[in-house]
């Protein structure tokens, strides 16, 4: 059982910066694997990106966010962070921290957070 409480939305103006952090309880947060979902409405959940348990050291990234969003996790304080950089109004959406529900393994069902809202404006 996992419990994920994201922070860090807003507003920003378009080239601006953001860093989004997921809070997680209820297991042993070095083992998990973690990423990052985001979804608009009318749009299905897109996977935005991943980071490997332990030291964090294996990282994926959808095509549209490489180079400008970096996934980072620091395990003393049970939080993963995705920094995003350059954003764009097609940024915008709903952002959700996510692990699976099966250790060690990415792909099928998820403990998923609450959501925290980024907005981008031209």
């Known amino acids: 059982q996992v419990q994920l409480v994201e922070s860090g939305g807003g507003l920003v103006q378009a080239g601006g910066s953001l860093r989004l952090s997921c809070a997680a309880s209820g297991r042993t947060f070095s083992a998990l694997i973690m990423g990052w979902f985001r979804q608009t409405p009318g749009k299905e959940r897109e996977f935005v990106t991943r980071?490997?348990?332990?030291?964090?050291?294996?990282?994926y990234y959808t095509d549209s966010v490489k180079g400008r969003f970096t996934i980072s996790r620091d395990n003393a304080k049970n939080t993963v962070y995705l920094q995003m950089n350059s954003l764009n109004p097609e940024d915008t959406a709903v952002y959700y921290c996510?692990?699976?529900?099966?250790?060690?393994?990415?792909?099928?069902?998820?403990?998923w957070g609450q959501g925290t809202q980024v907005t981008v404006s031209s």
């Open positions: 980071i490997g348990p332990w030291s964090g050291t294996t990282t």
């Open positions: 996510a692990t699976p529900v099966r250790l060690g393994t990415w792909g099928g069902a998820y403990y």
